[in-house]
């Protein structure tokens, strides 16, 4: 069977292999149009540098750019002369071990080396300038138009067909599904259809009637004169100054993120055959060239031989698109894809088309992953203008976006009194920590890199949260409310959700593999009612898709409140409204008078309970807890306090400790799914939790792991447990090192930190005061 009829729109570099995955898998009703001619269209992939560079923080990244270069050696269409990394600061020296450290986690070989071993690999360099250098070996330089003729030819000989100078000018739809599109001179009926576009996705999301948040940007780029360059010479990365160079022949290109950051309105590209190719901003490239020159100097004896501005696409956190539109059924998105990640990502797609979910971990790429306010073309602007600048930059994983103050709580106004140092999250502005409450009389020395957004007076607000009882905003975690029969969450989640009315259930978003892509809380408030508590709009998406007739799926976030009151003396404010500890986990009821949701539940091992009410109430709300609090010391807490807290009591989160590449058996979830559903066989990987040795450091996530002198798996978070005394981590690892007393090492920076597999939960309250009691 050839499969649906798929029309692709677009024919460079990642069109022609997103044919290729598809037909290869046995999809050969594949048409690809293009407006441009085959295959030089005139879009990005025809003046792509052609970089494909394995190492990032990401491992979806560095997996996508692998494949790629995989692919493209079997078609003949990749040089893999490696990739050199330089540091000219200490700060650069630092953030070159971190990259080496994720090419461990991902298992991308790589090597630091001294400036003289720099200069052996390209004697171009002055050595006297740089510090060190990262080499990675496997990485290199892929032909973009052979690729993409080649993938295309291959897709062809298996029934595709491609169609160039064909300008796609509406996309057909009927009752919230695509049916085509139609060009000036045909339409082709499609039952999906696949916005492979580049820089031009948002016009094409206009003819759909969606918003294909990217942002079109200019990026300079230069050849230079004969320059002594062989092709054997690696790519030269030069992020202190925002350059990257690679050899034609003889002669240099020289890439520059260096300038400011140049947006294009697709209305002012010129009509020609290299659109993408603009004409070159001298004045703005004069600091690259000092930069390179300085860097190179063997540079000042050549002149500029070819120089363009070429567009390319970004987006607000600068990774890709992909996936299907939640508004129009059947259309597809693949944007905002450079060649490093373009088979690749093809691939992931593919899969996902044919056989219902990806073969790895896209959330970060995907399509629904933003907010309805991160479509708004100013904060796509504002974001992607950041994330341009920060290509090459040293970016902190805790480093603010550039857009704030778009979504705040009611609470906000109260928390900035308080002194509140607010952080974002999903847009939301969340407090961090609290200024007003006093710092520990003890302060624990902490390295610069983690102790950057962080504060000490975490730990006063998560001994307060232990010892008394502590007050946290929950308002940015997603709230969805479900209606219809409970045989619909009891089929789309892995709990037994079916129980009565008052019952609040542990679950999860499972895909068909039983990897996890959503953790939720689901509270029955009646027999076809419930709130589910979950981690983000793609659990929103995914409940909307599968919701049949007569079950209602509704995001009530942004028009509600919450907060999380937990700690042992939580339990006196019952007296004010609050359920005591036999009542159902979940009631509707007043606060005063104010109407309320509670929930008897906890993220961090204590008792109490997650309070929602409307946002038109939450200034009543706050106030009224924070004065009821007052006699029991009740403290106000922020984000790091509760980061900690919940690594204690052994609280995983989506999305940075597991994705759907881990099932709920690897993952210590087993509990979330019903009874009776067993593992086909025991789980090869755990996610383990670790105690270290206490050096004033704390990992951020994905440094990589050793045992025996080998990288064996990576960390996912990690805090200081205050009431457990000394830091922790979550880290996956082979089953047979997650057995706990099992010692380890975790690579940070420059050295190792010495760890040992602990048994969880790390600090359980309950039994932890029953022993003080007994003692």
Same mark, same amino acid.
């Given at each position: ?42 879009? #990005?992939?025809? !003046? ?9 923080? #990401? ?37 070159? !071990? ?25 004697? @171009? ?23 993409? =003729? ?36 045909? &339409? ?47 790519? @030269? ?17 020289? $890439? ?21 190719? +603009? ?42 698109? *992909?996936?299907?539109?939640? =508004? ?11 060649? &490093? ?47 341009? %600048? ?17 979504? @705040? ?16 999250? %999903?847009?939301? =502005? ?9 710092? /520990? ?18 730990? &006063? ?27 619909? +969450? ?23 593999? $039983? ?57 006196? *404010? ?20 104010? /109407?309320? &949701? ?41 984000? *790091? ?95 047979? *090192? #997650? ?7 975790? $690579? ?28």
């Amino acid at each position: 069977m050839p499969g649906p009829k798929v029309v692709v729109i677009g024919a460079g570099i990642v069109g022609c292999a997103l044919a290729d995955e598809l037909t290869g898998r046995g999809w050969t009703d594949v048409t690809v149009l293009e407006q441009g001619p085959l295959f030089t269209t005139g879009g #990005s992939s025809s !003046h792509s540098a052609g970089l494909v560079v394995q190492t990032s923080p #990401s491992r979806t990244l560095s997996r996508l750019a692998r494949y790629t270069s995989e692919k493209f050696t079997e078609l003949g269409c990749f040089a893999a002369v490696g990739s050199l990394e330089v540091a000219t600061t200490p700060e650069r020296l630092a953030e070159l !071990h971190r990259r080496f450290g994720y090419g461990q986690s991902w298992g991308v070989s790589s090597a630091l080396l001294d400036p003289a071993a720099c200069h052996a690999l390209f004697p @171009l360099l002055d050595a006297g300038r740089i510090l060190g250098g990262l080499h990675t070996p496997a990485d290199g330089l892929a032909a973009p138009l052979r690729a993409a =003729e080649a993938q295309a030819a291959r897709a062809a000989s298996r029934g595709a067909r491609f169609i160039g100078n064909e300008r796609v000018v509406e996309v057909l739809r009927q009752d919230g599904q695509v049916t085509g599109v139609r060009s000036a001179d045909a &339409t082709h009926p499609a039952d999906i259809v696949v916005s492979c576009a580049g820089f031009w996705g948002p016009a094409i999301g206009d003819l759909a009637g969606l918003t294909i948040p990217l942002l079109p940007m200019a990026h300079q780029h230069v050849r230079t004169t004969a320059a002594g360059a062989t092709s054997s010479l690696p790519i @030269l990365r030069h992020p202190d100054r925002g350059l990257y160079v690679r050899t034609y022949g003889d002669r240099l290109g020289i $890439g520059s993120h260096l300038h400011e950051p140049i947006p294009v309105r697709l209305d002012d590209l010129p009509g020609d055959a290299h659109p993408a190719m +603009l004409p070159f901003t001298a004045g703005t490239f004069k600091q690259s060239w000092a930069a390179a020159t300085e860097l190179m100097p063997g540079l000042v004896r050549t002149t500029l031989e070819e120089a363009f501005n070429g567009v390319l696409s970004v987006t607000a956190d600068g990774f890709p698109l *992909l996936g299907e539109s939640r =508004e129009l059924r059947g259309f597809w998105v693949a944007g905002a894809i450079t060649v &490093t990640h373009s088979a690749g990502a093809a691939k992931a797609l593919a899969e996902w088309l044919v056989d219902g979910y990806p073969g790895i971990d896209l959330h970060e790429c995907d399509l629904n992953r933003f907010d309805r306010a991160q479509l708004a073309p100013a904060y796509v602007r504002r974001r992607a203008l950041r994330a341009y %600048a920060d290509t090459l930059g040293i970016v902190h994983p805790h480093d603010p976006p550039s857009v704030r103050n778009l979504r @705040l709580s009611p609470f906000h106004p109260r928390q900035a009194e308080m002194g509140a140092v607010f952080g974002v999250a %999903a847009g939301w =502005e969340q407090p961090l920590w609290y200024a007003t409450n006093p710092p /520990p009389e003890e302060i624990r020395p902490r390295d610069d890199w983690s102790a950057r957004h962080w504060s000490p007076i975490a730990e &006063t607000e998560a001994r307060s949260a232990r010892k008394r009882a502590a007050l946290f905003d929950l308002t940015g975690r997603t709230r969805i409310e479900v209606t219809g029969p409970v045989s619909f +969450l009891s089929t789309v989640t892995s709990g037994d959700v079916d129980q009565p009315v008052g019952a609040v259930v542990h679950t999860l978003l499972l895909d068909p593999s $039983g990897g996890i892509v959503g953790d939720l809380t689901v509270a029955r408030l009646a027999e076809d009612r419930f709130l589910v508590g979950a981690g983000g709009p793609l659990d929103v998406d995914h409940l909307v898709r599968r919701a049949p007739a007569g079950v209602t799926v509704r995001d009530v976030t942004g028009g509600t409140c919450g907060v999380g009151l937990w700690g042992p003396r939580a339990r006196e *404010l019952t007296d004010i409204g609050l359920p005591a500890e036999g009542a159902p986990a979940v009631r509707e009821g007043f606060f005063g008078m104010i /109407p309320v &949701t509670v929930l008897r539940l906890s993220a961090v091992g204590e008792p109490g309970w997650e309070i929602y009410t409307e946002a038109q109430y939450g200034l009543r709300l706050w106030d009224t807890l924070i004065e009821a609090g007052r006699e029991f010391g009740l403290v106000v807490a922020g984000r *790091l306090a509760y980061e900690s807290l919940r690594m204690e009591h052994g609280r995983r989160v989506w999305g940075v400790d597991m994705t759907c590449e881990d099932d709920p058996y690897q993952t210590g979830l087993e509990s979330a799914v019903r009874p009776g559903a067993r593992p086909a066989m025991l789980p090869d990987r755990r996610l383990a939790c670790l105690r270290l040795e206490d050096t004033g450091e704390i990992p951020l996530g994905r440094e990589p792991v050793y045992a025996g002198g080998f990288a064996v798996g990576h960390v996912t978070s990690a805090a200081y447990a205050w009431t457990a005394g000394g830091p922790i981590a979550f880290a996956w690892l082979p089953a047979a *090192l #997650s057995v706990p007393g099992t010692q380890v090492e975790i $690579g940070y920076i420059d050295h190792r930190i010495l760890a040992a597999v602990a048994a969880e939960p790390i600090f359980e309250p309950e039994q932890e005061r029953l022993r003080n009691k007994r003692g």
